[in-house]
């Protein structure tokens, strides 16, 4: 392991059991026998312990000033197009001649695609694909490139894969919602149906999810629904991170930036075209005024 460190960047949760498979998500990078790092951190932006903070002072604290930053995030909305970039920011301020190169977000990508059709066959069982709808539910965005980025998700998996159909919905901040989309597979003409969250770790929204699909279910009795499983801690989510690791290594990192609402000017969001990014305020960030007091006059643009 003699690459640069690895700075690994997750939004934060309120759901004990999604910091720990965080956390435990960060032992299995720590303990990649090809790792290319030499070390690895992780932290959060907001919610939840350790802060990126943290993160940051312990490379730092090995003698590292220079390291990879990945947004372990699926599409690249506000967290990671300002929140996390302007975090970045803050903790240069702190650490003199500190620097990073910032990977992209882990979606979309062939890998997720196969994790997700795994965790769809767990559920299905024998029943056969060609008679089976797919409900991919993501979290939702104020940001319309990430919400179409859900609905190209979607698209992929339904491609090639045999199921009856695939549409995309949202637990927050968009629109289908997710009893909207299941309504949508019913009219459609869905006798089954698997519900498939488009998300790493468990969370409130995951468990909204899940609630949400039981509910509709219970009014519905005739179909059959179940939900598959989250994306998780596993090795291929590891590989992926590796892989958004190397392509920060080589500079090869491939943004699409066409519709992103800080560079173009969207219908409806042409107030957000340069707009100034901050950093989330953390509850265990020790330096929090001196932080707010850098990022006002040195915030990033998208």
Known sequence: MTGLPMLVVGHGTR???????????MSRLQARPDAPYRA???????????????????????????MIALPLVLVAAGHGKGDIPAALLREQARHPGMSYSYGRPLGPH????????????????????ADTHVLLVGRGSTDPDANAEITKVARLLWEGRGYAG???????????????GLDKLLRLGASRIVVAPY???????????LSQTEEFALQHSFLSIKVAELIGDCDELADLVIERYLEAVQGDIRMNCDTCVYRSAMPGFGDRVGQAQTPHHHPDDADHEHAHGHHDHEAIRG
Do not use: C
């Open 15 to 25: 759901s004990d059991s999604g910091v720990a498979e965080f956390n435990a998500f």
């Open 40 to 66: 690895a951190a992780g932290g959060f932006i907001e919610l939840s312990r350790p802060p990126i903070t943290e993160a940051v002072a312990s490379l730092v604290s090995q003698g590292h000033h220079e």
């Open 110 to 129: 062939p890998g997720l695609l196969d994790i997700l059709e795994q965790r769809i066959e767990k559920v299905l069982g024998d029943a056969e694909r």
């Open 166 to 180: 695939v549409e995309a919905s949202f637990v927050s901040l968009a629109d289908p919602a997710v009893p909207a």
């Open 199 to 209: 998300f790493l770790f468990p969370g409130i929204l995951p468990e909204r999810i």
